[in-house]
């Protein structure tokens, strides 16, 4: 999948979000790099993607002076956990969502159930 083809779809991940949710998180930036580097790079198992930032719960999140909050796509990974060419899209949205859940402070627990959720969806 080319690079524009797959930042279309983590761009419409966002915009596919209920619209409260998906104003809340306006200030987030989306990157896309082919892997992991530095430390990240060093962590087992395929790292889809990363958020860096103050979780939207955290009580002493304040913006001034800071750099916007990132999810970061790791498109190798990505494409190399996706099963086949079709199922890539379907990887993107959810680990932009993932990612997302991140932001809005949510833990791992509650995270997964979701995509458990949308795991079963997309096989209806
Ligand atoms: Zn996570």
């Known amino acids: 999948m080319d690079s524009a083809a797959f ?6 991940a966002l915009d596919a979000l209920p619209p409260k949710l998906r104003a809340a998180i306006r200030d987030v930036q989306i990157v896309i790099e082919e892997r992991p580097t530095g430390r990240n790079a060093r962590r087992k198992g395929l790292l889809l993607g990363l958020y860096e930032g103050i979780p939207l719960t ?3 999140r304040d ?3 800071k750099l916007p909050d990132k999810i ?3 498109r190798e990974h990505i494409e190399a956990y996706a099963r086949s060419e079709e199922e890539i899209p379907f990887v993107i949205r959810e680990t932009v969502w993932h990612e997302v859940g991140h932001f809005f402070g949510l833990d791992h627990d509650r995270i997964r159930r979701m995509e458990k959720r949308w795991q079963e969806k997309r096989r209806e």
């Open 7 to 12: 930042e279309q779809i983590a761009f419409d």
């Open 72 to 74: 970061t796509l790791y």
């Open 58 to 60: 955290a009580p002493d």
């Open 63 to 65: 913006y001034s002076g």
